[in-house]
């Protein structure tokens, strides 16, 4: 049941691996005996990789064709002064997190300090025992491989996250696609959907059975994301091409029933959904309904006297796809010319008010009950309602509703 369109976002690849760092270093010195005796020391390491640079004015150069883990400088060498070679590593975006080493012939606090000052990570007076020039050198390269790998990890997550935001975007227009065009005439329809930014799994849909029946629903998928977004769809596929068999799609609890033993949740990585479905009989004018975990639908009426009602259609039910042989009920309702029905997701009413405390589904309905605004749609004073109680940015969950007029 899933389509070309879904395949695609499932069918993304992965990103790389994040890759691993060797230890490598950088000699900067003029003197070839002291390259020789590092080489010497290190050649036994086989993980470490030694690079060698005899002209300290192509240092920053190689530094940054050979990418160091650390860096050993000389600090007294011909044309080119060994603490404003530090300054210049330091001031090279390549070069400047990696750990440096100055080596010296002699020990100076003063020359020390400064090259501290400067950036340097550590001080030797050349040449020191091979065992503790490898062990600075692991120690050094190990801290800075971290940073490194950390960094990648950053980046890696970045991709992804954009990657994220791309398919749920898409995901979301998807589902905002397949939503319905606006009904004029018996029955007038508006909606309004803003998915959450992760994307929860709601959909809705209305369409006529037959020339006197017409069958309207709202869903939430359980979690978020393009996961819940899929199921969403494959649902509304299944609704509006009404390929459950030996179902009647006028008779919504038996709907349920086929929804809940074809979309088991252990055969659907562990979702579930709740659902309200009703049909609308044109010439009994009375609405039949079921009902599995969703908050109810609510029929706004208003009597000879201007009395403005509102009633709560809700049968018991589980939700959709948690247990096998789950069963539905439907219940009737009688609909007159200038009634309104609201059908809409917990997310557009689940919000915190400014005292801290969540909006109650009877306290929203009463905003249902409202009067029309002549200057502003009902979904989108509705709307409006929300938004000012959600704040700016997007909902936690998405935002459904539906309205449908009874003229």
């Known amino acids: 049941m899933i389509n070309s369109h879904t395949e695609q976002i499932l069918s993304r690849a992965p990103l790389p691996l994040i890759e691993s760092f060797p230890i490598t270093v950088l000699l900067v010195d003029d003197q070839q005996i002291i390259a020789e005796a590092v080489r010497r020391m290190l050649e036994d390491q086989t993980d470490i990789k030694l690079h060698y640079c005899n002209d300290p004015s192509k240092a920053i150069q190689i530094a940054n064709e050979v990418h160091p883990t650390v860096i050993l ?140 029946h017409l069958a309207f629903y709202l869903l939430d998928v359980c979690g978020h994301g393009v996961g819940a977004a899929l199921l969403s769809i494959t649902l509304m596929n299944v609704l509006r091409s009404q390929t459950l068999q030996n179902t009647d799609f006028k008779n919504p609890s038996q709907v349920l029933s086929a929804l809940n033993e074809s979309f088991l949740m252990e ?90 405390t969540v909006l109650k589904l009877s306290e929203f309905i009463e905003e249902l009950k409202k009067p029309s605004d002549p200057m502003v749609e009902d979904v989108d004073r509705i709307l409006n309602f929300s938004q000012a109680l959600n704040g700016s940015g997007p909902f936690a969950d998405d935002f459904s509703l539906i309205q449908l007029v009874f003229a």
Request: proline share 5%; aromatic share 10%.
């Open 267 to 356: 055969n659907h990585n562990e979702m579930f959904f709740t659902m309200w479905y009703g049909v609308y009989d044109k010439v009994e004018k009375h609405i039949l309904y079921s009902c599995g975990g969703h908050p109810p639908a609510v029929l706004i009426s208003t009597d000879n006297k201007g009395k403005i009602s509102a009633q709560d259609l809700k049968t018991p039910g589980l939700a959709v796809g948690a247990m096998s042989g789950s069963k539905f009920q439907n219940a009737v309702c009688k609909v007159s010319a200038g009634d309104t029905l609201y059908l809409f997701s917990d997310g557009v009413y689940e919000l915190t008010k400014p005292d801290g």
């Open 73 to 212: 400088q000389d600090l007294v060498m011909p044309d080119v002064d060994g603490l404003l070679l530090v300054k210049y590593f330091r001031a090279n975006p390549l070069t400047h997190e990696v750990p440096l080493i100055v080596l010296s012939a002699e020990e100076q606090p003063k020359i020390k300090a400064e090259a501290f000052a400067l950036g340097a990570n550590d001080y030797i007076v050349k040449l020191p025992d091979k065992v503790e020039l490898v062990a600075r050198i692991r120690y050094h390269s190990a801290g800075y491989i971290r940073l490194l790998e950390r960094d990648q990890a950053f980046k890696r997550l970045e991709e992804s996250q954009k990657i994220l935001n791309a398919e749920l975007a898409e995901a979301a227009d998807y589902v905002r696609s397949l939503l319905p065009a606006a009904l004029i005439g018996a029955i007038k329809t508006s909606w309004r959907f803003l998915p959450s930014t992760q994307l929860g799994g709601d959909a809705f849909g209305y369409h006529w059975i037959d020339q006197d």
